[in-house]
């Protein structure tokens, strides 16, 4: 069985953090990749409070410069520092991130003993045989990034059907596996007889952006939305204006885009004592749709 990709809500708090919402950050773990998903202010004091060790991380992505997704970057790194990372940390966002960053890190307030690559990336950027990772911009004023974690899907052994075949376990399924024929002891068997494809798993993150024509083409299929919901509805200018999305907004991108699951992040501190109302206008548009509390984790 593949391992489980599980992501962990680390802060959901909308521009100002509250008493139990941090600035935003998600940690997704798959296998032996930890990739965080932007890095607001506290974010290493938050994977302490989850159990976390946050020196497993070896990406970040970050959506955008705005100082909610950014400011835990600094101390984050200096931690890193003195727990003695010692590999590469990969560093990926828009236009303006690596300048950002250089000019902390030109600083020199944090001597480092390890390397840092700092890429801006558009499209498909990182993929190994079993993943990918891409980008789109997404439109907030500043370069701003919406992001896909695409586990792909492998073509596997029907364990009941190879039994019944009598095909002996071993080696000799290698060639299967990778969806060839194979004969043995003088007989055929073929790949397509014997294996099923699993479908892609797919984790699509779209933090602060104004409604575009873009989001839903590029979290289609999703198992796993998650998206930002700054503004109920009935300020639906106010979203417009400061280039923000309503639940409502989010629910429709969920739908259109034939998601399985919705979870909303980046909360206003208004809604603090009226979740349940933000909640029900995105289930009145999306039924599978929840809100982030920090710490939650979701696996798929
Ligand atoms: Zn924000
Ligand atoms: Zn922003």
Redesign the pocket.
């Known amino acids: 069985m593949a391992p489980d990709i599980n992501l962990t809500f680390l802060g959901t708090s909308?521009?100002i953090p509250t008493a139990k919402r941090n600035h935003?950050a998600m940690l997704l773990v798959y296998g032996g990749e930890n990739i965080l998903v932007d890095c607001g202010e506290g974010t290493q004091r938050q994977f302490r409070k989850a159990r976390m060790n946050p020196c497993k991380v070896n990406r970040i992505l970050i959506t955008?410069r705005?100082g909610?997704?950014v400011f835990g970057l600094p101390g984050l790194i200096s931690t890193f520092d003195l727990s003695g990372y010692n590999k590469t940390l990969y560093i990926y966002g828009p236009k303006g991130i690596k300048r950002f960053l250089e000019n902390f890190l030109g600083l020199n307030y944090v001597k480092r003993d390890f390397e840092i690559k700092i890429e801006e990336i558009s499209g498909k950027f990182f993929e190994t045989d079993d993943f990918y990772l891409e980008a789109e911009e997404m439109e907030h004023g500043i370069p701003t990034n919406a992001y896909n974690f695409v586990k792909k899907g492998q073509r596997r052994i029907d364990r009941g059907k190879l039994k019944k075949s009598k095909l002996p376990s071993g080696p000799i399924l290698k060639k299967l596996k990778e969806g060839k024929d194979i004969v043995h002891e003088g007989k055929k068997y073929l790949a397509k007889n014997l294996t099923y494809t699993e479908g892609d798993k797919k984790v699509s993150f779209v933090?602060?952006t104004k409604m575009n024509n873009k989001i839903v083409s590029f979290v289609k299929g999703s198992d796993l939305l998650v998206c930002?919901s700054?503004f109920d509805d009935s300020l639906k200018e106010t979203a417009k204006e400061h280039l923000h999305l309503t639940v409502k907004q989010a629910g429709e991108i969920a739908k259109k885009s034939k998601s399985k699951k919705l979870v909303l992040t980046?909360i206003s501190q208004r809604y603090e004592k009226d979740l349940k109302g933000l909640l029900a206008e995105a289930k009145k548009v999306f039924k599978n749709s929840s809100i982030a509390e920090d710490f939650d984790s979701v696996s798929i």
Request: charged fraction near 25%; proline fraction near 0%.
């Open positions: 909308a521009q935003s955008h705005h909610d997704h933090l602060d930002e700054s980046h």
